[in-house]
């Protein structure tokens, strides 16, 4: 049980071997087990293409904060000042950080905040802008793989740390 006690998620919402929660999750701890695996690959793979670790946990801060999975932001958080990297990569954390004058790195912070908070409205032309501002076709794919999966692991954590506080 200790290993399934570990996953990212379990810690996000602050549940800890003592809790009765986490015995009626330890029944489902294959699910979070590959989860945790997800996580690694989507986060920290071994080969990050154009997006490097410290981009992708920043980014996913960013979306684990607009949905409102702060125990998850703050994970991502960590994760991002242990991956070092650029200030522009640490920023893209920041709400109000647009990118600024690198139009690479806008075109995937708009993104970014297109597909958390309105996935309905991402077309084709806003494949079209990543492109444009030089973000790669493999690097497009890694950054929706990392959208969709911080996606739904913010979804189980927020529930998650629902059922911890109804407990």
Known sequence: MTDFLKTTMIEAAGIGAGHPLAEMLAGRSDIFTMTQQAHDAALTPNDP??????????????????????????????????????????RTADADFDGGADAWLSAI???????????????????????????????????????????????VAVGLTLMEALS
């Open 109 to 155: 912070v708009r993104h970014t905040d297109l597909v958390t908070k309105d996935t309905k409205a991402v077309v084709a032309g806003d494949i079209e802008a990543l492109k444009s501002a030089g973000v790669s076709e493999d690097d497009i794919v890694r950054l929706s793989e990392l959208a969709a999966f911080v996606s739904y692991q913010a979804r």
């Open 49 to 90: 293409g154009g997006l490097s670790h410290g981009l992708r946990a920043s980014l996913a801060g960013r979306m684990a904060r607009a949905t409102g999975a702060d125990g998850l932001a703050d994970h991502y958080a960590a994760l991002a000042a242990a991956a070092g990297g650029a200030e522009d990569e640490a």
